[in-house]
T-cell receptor
Framework: QKEVEQNSGPLSVPEGAIASLNCTYSDRGSQSFFWYRQYSGKSPELIMSIYSNGDKEDGRFTAQLNKASQYVSLLIRDSQPSDSATYLCAVITSSNTGKLIFGQGTTLQVKP | EAGVTQFPSHSVIEKGQTVTLRCDPISGHDNLYWYRRVMGKEIKFLLHFVKESKQDESGMPNNRFLAERTGGTYSTLKVQPAELEDSGVYFC???????????FGSGTRLTVV
């Protein structure tokens, strides 16, 4: 079992729709959760962080965390073609050394 | 504020040669990380410096890889001798705090032929 799992996609949504990206993790003691966006050939860019159960909103992005289910998600409202990228879920596990464990990433395609 | 800088951006070397990658973290960031993404796989941790000390090098693949961070500023990652399976994108990242997401550099794409 991988430590952090994501559906590789591609996830295709029409412009203006809500894109829902999901991630599960195996270490129940994990404390910090991140979503990175990576455009092709570019470096990962941090877009959201979440540390406690519930929702965290930032503009069109909402991160959701459910530690009991070991599940974290990212919702993108009013999706734009510029949101087309690979979204990486990353977790700092219970070791809390700052080391990020990444999922393989979900490719999102937003069609005009 | 300058971001994390890596160079070279690309490197093509022959199997058996040596390559040195460099990373300049954000000024004042004590934590510096190296990651690698090989084709088709997830980004994987290589090692973590706190200032000039290696905090965790559990992700280093083998002893052909040597990382240094003299003086706690920039870091180098040397691969000697390079093998075909070392090809991939090497990312450096820095952080001022362990639990916060950190900033990645643009990466070095290494191709070993």
């Amino acid at each position: 079992q991988k430590e952090v799992e994501q559906n590789s996609g591609p996830l295709s949504v029409p412009e203006g729709a809500i894109a829902s990206l999901n991630c599960t993790y195996s270490d129940r003691g994990s404390q910090s959760f991140f979503w990175y966006r990576q455009y092709s050939g570019k470096s990962p860019e941090l877009i959201m962080s979440i540390y406690s159960n519930g929702d965290k909103e930032d503009g069109r992005f909402t991160a959701q965390l459910n530690k009991a289910s070991q599940y974290v998600s990212l919702l993108i409202r009013d999706s734009q073609p510029s949101d087309s990228a690979t979204y990486l879920c990353a977790v700092i596990t219970s070791s809390n050394t700052g080391k990020l464990i990444f999922g393989q990433g979900t490719t999102l395609q937003v069609k005009p | 504020e300058a971001g994390v800088t890596q160079f070279p951006s690309h490197s093509v070397i022959e199997k058996g040669q040596t390559v040195t990658l460099r990373c300049d973290p954000i000024s004042g960031h004590d934590n510096l990380y190296w990651y690698r993404r090989v084709m088709g796989k997830e980004i994987k941790f290589l090692l973590h410096f706190v200032k000039e000390s290696k905090q965790d090098e559990s992700g280093m693949p083998n002893n052909r890889f040597l990382a240094e961070r003299t003086g706690g500023t920039y870091s180098t990652l040397k691969v000697q001798p390079a093998e075909l399976e070392d090809s991939g994108v090497y990312f450096c990242a820095s952080s001022g705090h362990l639990s916060y997401g950190y900033t990645f550099g643009s990466g070095t794409r290494l191709t070993v032929v």
